[in-house]
């Protein structure tokens, strides 16, 4: 699994600027477009309405899409959390905790790997 990395801000805001097999991300939050979901309910079909942001601080092979400068950046192998989240816009309007399906909006610290989003500590 690949994820695409799309710049919030600065000179490439809005463009996805890379692809990673895995990312840790920091100050996350879970983000869900009604509007799309919504889409989804009607259509049946997929599309991308739903993301994680927050601040990449690991990658496992990144791939960039366009030129800027990830050397403050550590590649290594990123290790799913302990704790795995997951969303179904047929299910849920929110991403929630796998086992508890509770609904989460934040995480202090996401990993996104092969095996799905897990978190480690919850943003109240």
């Known amino acids: 699994m690949w994820y695409s990395l799309r710049a919030l801000d600065g000179e490439y805001k ?7 097999q895995a990312v840790l991300l920091l100050d996350v939050d879970f ?6 979901r919504q889409r989804v309910l009607q259509e049946r079909r997929k599309n991308v309405h739903a993301g ?8 496992d092979t990144f791939v960039p899409r366009v030129p800027i400068n990830v050397s403050n950046i550590i590649h290594k192998s990123v290790d799913p959390l302990n704790t795995p989240v997951t969303y179904n816009p047929y299910k849920y309007n929110k991403f929630v905790i796998r086992q ?25």
């Open 31 to 36: 983000v869900v477009s009604e509007r799309g």
């Open 52 to 59: 994680v942001t927050g601040v990449p601080v690991e990658f």
């Open 100 to 124: 508890t399906c509770v609904p989460i909006d934040g995480a202090d610290l996401v990993a996104l790997t092969s095996t799905g989003a897990s978190i480690n500590r919850l943003v109240c």
């Open 14 to 20: 809005g463009r996805v600027i890379g692809h990673a």
